[in-house]
């Protein structure tokens, strides 16, 4: 066995931070695309229910409790719980504009899934 140095270790480590906060802001501004497309999606008209795709392919969904625990975990690692909706301000400025988010909200809501009620 090879025998590494603090310094190399310290190395490999600020790599993979860099590596692992690269890959967050990745994932953040694709979800910010995946937001302004189901806005645009909905924009045409189409049901909330269509623009809620899966995020995760069924092949690649966990089936077992075991399997949820370790996507919710690392899923939730390392962040700072505590303030949540802190984390997310500004998140969609220059994405969604709000006058026409809070058209679509009110729309959504006017649309019934329920048959009449029949006395």
């Given at each position: ?77 390392g ?13 969609w ?27």
């Open positions: 066995m090879t025998s590494t140095s603090p310094e190399q270790l310290r190395e490999a480590i600020a790599r993979e931070e860099a590596r692992v906060a690269s890959l967050e802001e990745e994932r953040r501004l694709a979800r910010g695309r995946l937001d302004a497309l189901r806005s645009e999606l909905g924009a045409l008209g189409t049901p909330a229910s269509d623009r809620l795709l899966p995020l995760i392919s069924e092949s690649a969904r966990p089936e077992t409790s075991a399997e949820k625990v370790v996507v919710f975990r690392q899923l939730f690692r962040r700072d719980l505590a303030d949540p909706i802190a984390g997310t301000a500004g998140a400025k220059g994405l969604v504009d709000g006058e026409t988010l809070k058209r679509h909200i009110y729309a959504d809501r006017l649309v019934t899934t329920r048959p009449p009620a029949c006395l």
